[in-house]
């Protein structure tokens, strides 16, 4: 069974940075189009940023409007391995941050199924 497992989360001040990282194992990896959610507490879930194979569909990215230019997803194939680098945080990036198989490509109303998703890594900001 394909699972994935995130890492680097953790508590940073407002203006630091973080990098996230994912493993998958399992499943065809680089044929997958891979994403990150996250949840705040009391908030819908959401997409923050995917990238898209690089076969199939370029490495193509999005990122949602609040973490452009702070945000950076990127694959490396041969360690299974999906990245989200965050600079110039904020406290409202504080969330629990998902990493996501199959993800769509921009938002959508598709929401990939449970066994898609990592277990999730908290990130707080503090101000």
């Known amino acids: 069974q394909a699972q994935l497992v995130e890492s680097g989360g953790g508590l940073v001040q407002a203006g630091g940075s973080l990098r996230l990282s994912c493993t998958a194992s399992g499943g065809t990896f680089s044929s997958d189009d891979m994403g990150w959610y996250r949840q705040a507490p009391g908030k819908e879930r959401e997409l923050v940023a995917a990238?898209?194979?690089?076969?199939?569909?370029?490495?193509?990215?999005y990122y949602q409007s609040s973490v452009k230019g702070r945000f950076t997803s990127s694959r490396n194939n041969a360690k299974n391995t999906v990245y989200l680098q965050m600079n110039h945080m904020r406290p409202e990036d504080t969330a629990i941050y998902y990493c996501v198989r199959d993800t769509p490509l921009s938002p959508s109303t598709y929401i990939p199924p449970a066994s898609e998703w990592g277990q999730g890594t908290q990130v707080t900001v503090s101000s």
């Open positions: 990238i898209a194979t690089i076969t199939w569909n370029g490495g193509n990215t």
